[in-house]
């Protein structure tokens, strides 16, 4: 199972995967059905989670219902547990939706709900980050996980973020993150998909994010609530839902 998603994630291209595991999902959800792991976001159980990583895999990363990594566990669990999310009438942008959210985010009548990406498949509308075709201050809450480090003007593409949510609006916006790096490592010289790959972790990443990922943000207008919310949960509910417990979840807000 390591050997073919590795394989899968290292040679077929983005768009084609999705559209691959949409049509697999039913017959991976039988064959992992159990007891050992829960994912959050559909409640279902299974005997493990399937392995995920670019070059290192990682054990019980990969739900096989939704789909979702840690990270999108964990989000999850904070939208449920920490905002009205599902209950506020809300106008949101989703950038570069994943498959864990978005059927589900579509569906919830309090949304106003809209995504976008320059390559995804199943998005509303094809947009660059870098330009976004929308008014200024349009949305109420902003989504935007692991786009950044393909684009080498992140800077630009985090105020195009800014600009585009409203006074009062809030968003998460993950990254691939080392937390014992202090300062970001990024070398846009390097092209070649095996060396990003040995440099960044993955074949088309510009970058390795470190601690001052919060202080780019700051410096195009958000602030930044670094948040270790896995850490909430006790040692026991954290293997349950296969979490990470130093993930950071970085929510922003536009005062």
Known sequence: MKKLTKFLLNKIPRPI?????????????????????????????????????????RE?????????LERHRQMWLYLKNETDFFTKNYKVLHMAPEQSFFKRFRKMKNLDYLTADLFSPIVDVKADILDLPFENESFDVVFCNHVLEHIEDDRKAMSEL??????????????????????????????????????????????????????????????????????????????????????????????
């Not at 999705?18 to 064959?31: D, E, K, T, Y």
């Not at 159980?45 to 399937?50: D, E, L």
């Not at 019980?60 to 979702?68: D, I, M, R």
């Not at 930044?224 to 293997?239: G, H, L, P, Q, T």
């Open 162 to 255: 800014f600009r585009v949510l409203k006074p009062g609006g809030w968003g998460i916006i993950q990254v691939p993150m080392k937390n014992s790096l202090e300062k970001t490592y990024e070398d846009f010289t390097i092209k070649d998909p095996k060396e990003r790959q040995k440099h960044f972790g993955q074949y088309d990443h510009v970058r390795w994010y470190g601690m001052d990922y919060f202080q780019r943000l700051e410096c195009v207008g958000f602030k930044v609530d670094i948040n270790y919310y896995s850490k909430k949960f006790s040692a026991e509910d954290r293997k349950r839902f296969a979490l990470m417990e130093n993930e950071i979840l970085p929510v922003v807000y536009k005062s």
């Open 60 to 68: 019980n990363a990969l739900s096989p219902g939704t789909l979702s």
């Open 17 to 57: 995967l999705i559209n691959m595991s949409i049509l697999a999902r039913p017959l991976i959800i039988l064959f992992f059905k159990g007891k050992n792991f829960t994912d959050p976001i559909d409640g279902n159980s299974y005997r493990k989670f399937m392995p995920y990583g670019y070059g290192k895999q």
